[in-house]
Structures are given as structure tokens and as C-alpha cells.
């Protein structure tokens, strides 16, 4: 039997881009890790421990929270209290940014529990991160600091809770996933070079919604939807799980499309999903991976955020369907 890598082993000897791993984005991956381990411990006895249903409050978004939705949150913030190079940390969940160290190389941002409508029904649902270079390390944090694109990204990743408990990571030269070994708490390398065909049958879309799109996004729709005798020549098939870490996964094992996008219920809005904790980190995966992603008229990491919480469009997966969407926005 071939030896596993775990985790903390990987970080040690692996070099992204010919250089180390800095000892401090090393800590603070395992302090993340660890957090997703007990995690995902709570998630699997769900009712057992009286985690299901809501908190019975709301976050910044207006969004009620779940009650895992503040346990995640608050697991993650005492998890990475210890972490010497960051200098602090945002929430999907919470208003404001909160320092950590105050200063150090990193910020970390993340969306705890996402899929929070799967938490109940017992569907797949996951924890998405995002670690920004701080552009100034020694000086003390303002909450400016995080309005940074997502080029700025010195990895990301998700953990996905499913019938297996799966982490995506890319430290910019690739993308590479674990599964947690349940018997021995570690995160034991699956897959080193996670690729995504450019092209694919497979879409994924709240159907649902379709009537509110915008023309670009229901022309692709529609056109996968004539199969193989109309213009795109093929049969699609399409999923939707309502967990993007789910559906995200699917995208990086199989390929495939994943689309959010604009829609007219909320006319003002840019999308649905969260730009610095769903959306780039999700976008850093899928290109290291080989994919694309694109909110109709920018690269998602090109996008310079203006607000902590700001929305987003949100197309990403394979790299020709995602030109053609482009194309169909020009
Ligand atoms: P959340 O972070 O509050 O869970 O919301 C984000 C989720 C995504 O995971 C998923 O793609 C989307 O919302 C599902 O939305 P819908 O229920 O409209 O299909
Ligand atoms: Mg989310």
C-alpha cells in the first residue's frame, strides 16, 4: 500500500512556484484544518447534539442564521486565535473585520457553513476560506485592508462535509484535495493535480430562477436545454445542490458549469453570492484547476472589491463554456 501524505506533511515539503511554504500560512492552514475537523464532527451528529434549526437571529446580510452558522463562525475564530502571522479575520456572518494580531502577512476571510438551507435536510454543506497577503504587514489593521481582489490570494480553499469530508486547497500552483481519515483526524492527500476538462455536458443553475435572468445567461441556458439538435450539438445535463461548496466540488471532480448570476429580482444588487468569501476563493480553485470563471463582463479576481460584503455574478467551471457565456455578454 502506497504511503499517505497528510496534511501538515504536504505543507512541509511541497513548493508552490519553486518557494516554501511559509512557516506562517502553514499555521494558520492548520489551525483552519483542525477547525473543519471538529467541524465536521458536529455537522455528522447534527440532532444528536441539538445543532439543528436556527439560531434565531440575523446576520449582516439580513440572513437568518442557523444555529451551526454561529457555531462554525465562532469555532473558526477561537481556532486561529494562535496564529502568529495573522493579523485578522472577516466573516460572511459577521459586520465588521476583527483583528487577530493586528499585524502579520495574512488576513483570513471566510463564509463558515455554507449551504445553510442543506444544514437540516442533512445535505452536503461546507466551509470556504480565502487568505489574502496583507499589503503591509507591520502596520496596524484598518478594515481597508481587506479590499483587496482576488489576485491577492495566497491560498484558498473549501472543506466540504459530504458522505466524505473533502478539502480543496491551491496555494497558486495547482489545486490539490484531501479527505479527513475520521479514525486518525488527519487530512490525507487524494488528488494532486485536480484539472478541469475545457468542456463539459454538465450545468448547474437554480432553474427556478430562470424567468429573472438576463438574456446572455438564458440564451446559454436554453441553448443547453435543446440538446443534441440544436445549436450546441449535445445533450446537458444539469444539477443544483444549493451548497456551492457542493456543487463547486462536483465542478473540480467532473467538470462542468456553475452559475449564480445577476437576476431581476434585486435589480441594484450584483448577484446572490459573496465576493470575498465565496466567490474568489471558489475563483482561485477553478482557475488553478484550468477553469474560468466571470461575472458577465470581468474575471471574478480581477474585480476590485469596494465593500467587505459586496455580491457578485457568478459564472465558473469549464474554460469554453465559461468564454462562451463571455462571448454572450459582449
Ligand atoms: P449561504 O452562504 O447563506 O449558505 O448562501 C449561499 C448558498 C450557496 O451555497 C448556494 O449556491 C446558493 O446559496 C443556493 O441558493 P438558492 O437557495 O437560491 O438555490
Ligand atoms: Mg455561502
Redesign the pocket.
Known amino acids: 500500500m502506497s504511503t499517505k501524505i497528510h496534511l501538515e506533511q504536504y505543507l512541509k515539503t511541497t513548493k508552490a512556484k519553486g518557494a516554501s511554504i511559509p512557516i506562517g500560512l502553514q499555521e494558520l492552514l492548520i489551525a483552519v484544518a483542525n477547525t473543519c475537523t471538529t467541524l465536521s464532527d458536529e455537522v455528522a451528529q447534527g440532532a444528536l447534539i441539538g445543532l439543528l434549526g436556527s439560531a434565531g437571529t440575523g446576520?449582516v446580510?439580513g440572513?437568518v442564521q442557523q444555529k451551526l452558522?454561529v457555531i462554525a463562525n465562532d469555532l473558526l475564530i477561537e481556532g486561529v486565535q494562535e496564529c502568529k502571522a495573522l493579523a485578522g479575520l472577516a466573516s460572511?456572518e459577521m459586520e465588521l473585520p476583527m483583528p487577530v494580531q493586528g499585524t502579520g502577512d495574512y488576513l483570513l476571510l471566510f463564509?463558515p457553513?455554507?449551504?445553510?438551507?442543506?444544514i437540516d435536510v442533512n445535505v452536503s454543506?461546507?466551509t470556504?476560506f480565502s487568505i489574502l497577503h496583507k499589503q503591509n504587514p507591520i502596520a496596524a489593521l484598518q478594515n481597508s485592508d481587506f479590499l483587496l481582489s482576488g489576485r491577492h490570494q495566497a491560498a484558498a480553499g473549501y472543506v466540504v462535509y459530504g458522505p466524505q469530508t473533502t478539502m480543496a486547497l491551491t496555494l497558486g500552483d495547482g489545486v490539490v484535495m484531501f479527505t479527513l481519515d475520521k479514525a486518525t483526524g488527519q487530512f490525507v492527500l487524494i488528488k494532486d493535480r485536480v484539472e478541469i476538462s475545457p468542456t463539459t455536458k454538465e450545468f448547474a443553475i437554480?432553474m427556478?430562477?430562470m424567468r429573472h435572468w438576463a438574456e446572455p445567461v438564458r440564451r446559454y441556458v436554453l441553448e443547453c436545454l435543446d440538446g443534441v439538435t440544436g445549436t450546441r450539438k449535445k445533450d446537458f445535463n444539469m444539477r443544483?445542490?444549493?451548497?456551492?461548496?457542493?456543487?463547486v466540488h462536483r465542478v473540480l471532480s467532473r467538470g462542468g458549469v456553475?452559475m449564480?448570476p445577476w437576476d431581476q429580482r434585486e435589480p441594484n444588487k450584483p448577484g446572490?453570492?459573496?465576493l470575498m468569501?465565496?466567490a474568489n476563493p471558489m475563483s482561485f480553485l477553478v482557475e488553478q484547476a484550468g477553469g474560468a470563471s466571470t461575472n458577465g463582463k470581468q474575471v471574478i479576481m480581477d474585480i476590485q472589491p469596494q465593500d467587505l460584503h459586496e455580491r457578485v455574478s457568478v459564472m465558473l467551471g469549464s474554460k469554453e463554456e465559461i468564454e462562451r457565456l463571455q462571448s454572450y455578454h459582449a
Open positions: 446576520n446580510q440572513e452558522d460572511e463564509d457553513l455554507d449551504g445553510s438551507s442543506n454543506i461546507g470556504i437554480n427556478s430562477n443544483w445542490i444549493a451548497s456551492m461548496v457542493a456543487d456553475f449564480y446572490k453570492l459573496r468569501y465565496e
